[in-house]
Nanobody, 114 residues
Framework: VQLQASGGGLVQAGGSLRLSCAASGVDFRINAVGWYRQAPGKQRELVTTMFSSGSATYADFVKGRFTISRDSAKNTVYLQMNSLKSEDTAVYYC?????????WGQGTLVTVSS
């Protein structure tokens, strides 16, 4: 399993970014995928999960602002982030649950300036 996240950068508060995660060794029809984040000095936390059915769950702190999606043809997972806040500043990691093992890719840094 390999997960390659990209799309991070510097954005002003209220702006938007879309993160991408190229996934290999992951079958969206049977594996859940998701995004975590880790802010400086804090523990990694779950942001969103998309299950094989296509349904998704979100942490309360991003509900209504972030949307996870996937493109099976491209084997890519996306995270659309809108109405960004300074507290969304973190390294974002895509993840996949394959045969009971949780995999993370390298992270991509999102910095939101206020």
């Amino acid at each position: 399993v390999q997960l390659q996240a990209s799309g991070g950068g510097l954005v002003q508060a209220g702006g938007s970014l879309r993160l991408s995660c190229a996934a290999s060794g992951v079958d969206f029809r049977i594996n859940a995928v998701g995004w975590y984040r880790q802010a400086p000095g804090k523990q990694r936390e779950l942001v969103t999960t998309m299950f094989s059915s296509g349904s998704a769950t979100y942490a309360d702190f991003v509900k209504g602002r972030f949307t996870i999606s996937r493109d099976s043809a491209k084997n890519t997972v996306y995270l659309q982030m809108n109405s960004l806040k300074s507290e969304d500043t973190a390294v974002y990691y895509c993840s996949a649950m394959v045969f009971g093992v949780l995999y993370w890719g390298q992270g991509t840094l999102v910095t939101v300036s206020s």
